[in-house]
């Protein structure tokens, strides 16, 4: 089946700096790879996705960028904020919708 | 927007119990919908996917007998985790996908804790 790997488990910035969030994956026929912010204790929401046919999408300070012939695909949150803090999973198809997620990754914002 | 409701959001139950969680889709129907389960600062494990009017399909390693669910109408899934355990507590959370087709967003319930005494 699918494998995700998400790296870092944790990572800390200053305000105001970058925050990039790497994940591979195995299988060649996934085809959505979206991102998700969980807060402590709450459901996981939808930051920003990205389709197979597209390279890179941003969204203000969030951006995506997806490179199938590696399999990689990447988060990046620019001019970081304290309420940025969390943490972000990255996820990928497994066929029929079914979402398989990264491990996680505990994003720490230091003011 | 998509609201998807699962209740309870927390409940704390006897060991040997059994536990009824239910995800509802309030302005969509839902002919998939997915349960899925977090251990504390650990990721969400797929437990099964649920199907409007045929049978669940389990991942591999969870008990069909012990995590009953039943998904008998498009804007309901059930999941009934069956004599409970301390090992059962965890976080629950539903997923529901939109009917149309090729529309891979999922619209997450807020989550159910289970704490198993």
């Known amino acids: 089946g699918e494998n995700v790997e998400q790296h870092p488990s944790t990572l800390s910035v200053q305000e105001g700096d970058s925050a990039v969030i790497k994940c591979t994956y195995s299988d060649s026929a996934s085809n959505y790879f979206p991102w998700y912010k969980q807060e402590l204790g709450k459901r996981p929401q939808l930051i920003i996705d990205?389709?197979?046919?597209?390279g890179e999408k941003k969204d203000q300070r969030i951006a995506v960028t997806l490179n199938k012939t590696a399999k990689h695909f990447s988060l990046h949150i620019t001019e970081t904020q304290p309420e940025d803090s969390a943490v972000y999973f990255c996820?990928?198809?497994?066929?029929?919708?079914?979402?398989?997620f990264g491990q996680g990754t505990r994003l720490t914002i230091n003011p | 927007g998509a609201v998807v409701s699962q209740h309870p959001s927390w409940v704390i139950c006897k060991s040997g119990t059994s536990v009824k969680i239910e995800c509802r889709s309030l302005d969509f129907q839902a002919t998939t919908m997915f349960w899925y389960r977090q251990f504390p600062k650990q990721s969400l494990m797929l437990m099964a996917t649920s199907n409007e009017g045929s049978k669940a399909t389990y991942e591999q390693g969870v008990e069909k007998d012990k995590f009953l669910i039943n998904h008998a109408s498009l804007t309901l899934s059930t999941l009934t985790v069956t004599s409970a355990h301390p090992e059962d507590s965890s976080f629950y959370i539903c997923?529901?996908?939109?009917?149309?087709?090729?529309?891979?967003?999922?619209?997450f319930g807020a989550g159910s804790r289970l704490t198993v005494l």
């Open positions: 997923s529901a996908v939109r009917g149309e087709s090729g529309a891979n967003v999922l619209t």
């Open positions: 990205i389709r197979s046919n597209v």
């Open positions: 996820a990928v198809t497994q066929g029929a919708q079914k979402l398989v």
